[in-house]
């Protein structure tokens, strides 16, 4: 395996800390030779069930036993939405309950593996708590910067307990374009501080297990693959995944890829639906915090995805993407955070002309309390007797 730049194929040796191309200032992925990998034993569950394809060694492993996640059959909002089969792949099942740690199990074990003393990255929130635990594991500090405001508490919380040093930029001087872009300067001259942002390709080979899982858990790929974008390393990681899992003849389809962006912060479906030429909105604004992202690092690997694999991008509006959280959690037992629901938002709205549906929820609804409970009619206050409760509940 060796590094490559996506655009104009520079490659780099796999040992070299670098996250855009010295020549043309693209991002890299990892090239791998799935054809070589065809027959391949897999054992084990969750991420490292699938090490011959990670670029790092199993024996460094940095695990909290990720991946694995549930895959959920959702007959009642599939026919609501009149689609044959849907199923609801919860990366809120993961330890710090994003699928941010399908990649830092990955990251982690490579800043290991490059003898680094830290790890860094900006956040909204969910690779923050992530970095943190699995820092913590590892015995590495962890530095986190975040935007002023507007990050979910329980991901604060997270980052927090796992002993993170964390910082918020002032909210009127910035926000997570503008931390993005601090911990990339702060990396980049600090040799012993290595980037977890998902700019860094290790972490991707981690995030593209989850193809893998579906594609196992359905015996081939499905039809459509669904989910949100915010800096669309996952979209790219999830479609290189179904790639090399088809090269290596494990399946024989590829699905289209859908990613959902929130009205208010969706640079990636203006490139897409409208041409614009730059990828780029100045005051990202959404209740899916997650995905609150104006300048998404990974835009040209999922305007890739979108087009090669016959899918494309939408929006959902964000009274849409609270109704779908409700309604998931309603109908199908499921609770996730705002921005996961994006992909039921769309769902709900427009349907789909597939058989089999995957739909990715990114994270975990208890990480963002709030969201649900701004929203929420007031909890009726009542004595405490049985007619009182009877007539406050109309029971
Ligand atoms: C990180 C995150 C996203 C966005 O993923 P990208 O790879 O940045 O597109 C979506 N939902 C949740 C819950 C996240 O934590
Ligand atoms: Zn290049």
């Known amino acids: 395996m060796i590094q490559r730049c996506i655009q104009c194929d520079t490659t780099y040796p796999l040992d070299q800390v670098i996250f855009t191309c010295e020549r043309c200032q693209c991002v890299l992925e990892i090239a791998v030779d799935a054809a070589s990998l065809s027959g391949v034993k897999l054992s084990g569950r969750g991420v490292w069930r699938y090490a011959p394809f990670l670029p790092v060694d199993v024996k460094h492993r940095v695990s909290l036993d990720e991946g694995g996640t549930g895959f959920h059959d959702c007959p009642t909002l599939g026919k609501a939405f009149g689609i044959d089969r849907l199923f609801v792949k919860n990366e809120g099942e993961n330890p710090t309950c994003s699928f941010k740690d399908r990649g830092m199990t990955v990251g982690v074990t490579k800043a290991i593996e490059m003898n680094a003393v830290a790890v860094a990255c900006a956040s909204t929130g969910n690779t923050a708590a992530s970095l943190a635990a699995y820092a913590g594991r590892a015995g590495l500090k962890a530095i986190v ?60 080979e981690g995030q593209k297990t989850l193809a893998f899982e579906v594609c196992e858990a359905l015996g081939d790929a499905p039809d459509a693959l669904v989910l949100p974008m915010g800096n669309a390393g996952n979209i790219s990681a999830i479609w290189k995944g179904f790639r090399e899992f088809k090269e290596a003849g494990f399946t024989t389809k590829l699905p289209r890829m859908i990613g959902v962006q929130a009205e208010g912060a969706a640079p990636i479906a203006n490139v897409v639906n409208e041409g614009a030429s730059d990828c780029y909105v100045a005051n990202p604004e ?47 037992g499921l609770f996730v955070e705002p921005a996961s629901a994006a992909p039921i938002a769309y769902l709900k709205k427009h349907g789909i002309d597939a058989g089999t549906v995957v739909c990715v929820t990114t994270g975990h609804g208890l990480k963002d309390p709030d969201a649900v409970l701004r929203v929420a009619p007031p909890i009726v206050q009542v004595k405490p007797t049985v007619s009182s409760l009877r007539e406050a509940l109309k029971l």
């Open 286 to 332: 959404t209740v899916a915090t997650a995905i609150r992202i104006g300048a998404p690092v990974n835009w040209q690997k999922a305007v890739a995805a979108i087009r090669d694999s016959g899918g494309l991008a939408a929006t959902v509006s964000d009274d849409e993407i609270l109704a779908a959280q409700r309604e998931l959690a309603q109908r199908e």
């Open 145 to 204: 910067l975040v935007p002023g405001g507007k990050v979910a508490m329980g991901k604060i919380a997270q980052s927090v307990v796992h002993g993170a040093q964390i910082a918020q930029i002032a909210q009127v001087e910035g926000n997570f374009d503008d931390a993005m872009r601090v911990v990339q300067e702060l990396s980049a001259d600090t040799g012993s501080v290595y980037l977890l942002n998902s700019i860094n390709p290790f972490r991707l």
